[in-house]
Nanobody, 125 residues
Framework: QVQLVESGGGSVQAGGSLRLECTSSEPSFSAYVMAWFRQAPGKDRQFIARIDRRGNESDYTDSAKGRFTISRNNAENTLYLQMSNLKVEDTAVYYC??????????????????WGQGTQVTVSS
């Protein structure tokens, strides 16, 4: 099982920015499509963004488009999520995860089940 460790969360005011990081213990990190998810209290886990193995393609859920940027550094086995113009509704625990595929459209179930502890993001008004 691959270990994924998220960091970079915190408390910010609406309109602020944060950069999340996800480090992997997997030597073949570059072989995996990677993604970010989040889970708000009382809600299901939600897909946010994904990036292909080389970092050439990415896509986002509508709520993240234009505000979040996913990127990766395969040499350092690290995935990033740059978040700007944060909103109160972005408050959640954020998780990274590997995906089995980079289909034309993300589908529930594409993700593996190696969930880490996540990192808390709290946005206040």
């Amino acid at each position: 099982q691959v270990q994924l460790v998220e960091s970079g969360g915190g408390s910010v005011q609406a309109g602020g920015s944060l950069r999340l990081e996800c480090t992997s213990s997997e030597p073949s990190f570059s072989a995996y499509v990677m993604a970010w998810f989040r889970q708000a209290p009382g809600k299901d886990r939600q897909f946010i963004a994904r990036i292909d193995r080389r970092g050439n393609e990415s896509d986002y859920t509508d709520s993240a488009k234009g505000r979040f940027t996913i990127s990766r550094n395969n040499a350092e086995n690290t995935l990033y999520l740059q978040m700007s113009n944060l909103k109160v509704e972005d408050t959640a625990v954020y998780y990274c995860q590997a995906l089995r595929y980079y289909r034309p459209v993300y589908q529930v179930g594409d993700e593996f089940d190696w969930w880490g502890q996540g990192t808390q993001v709290t946005v206040s008004s």
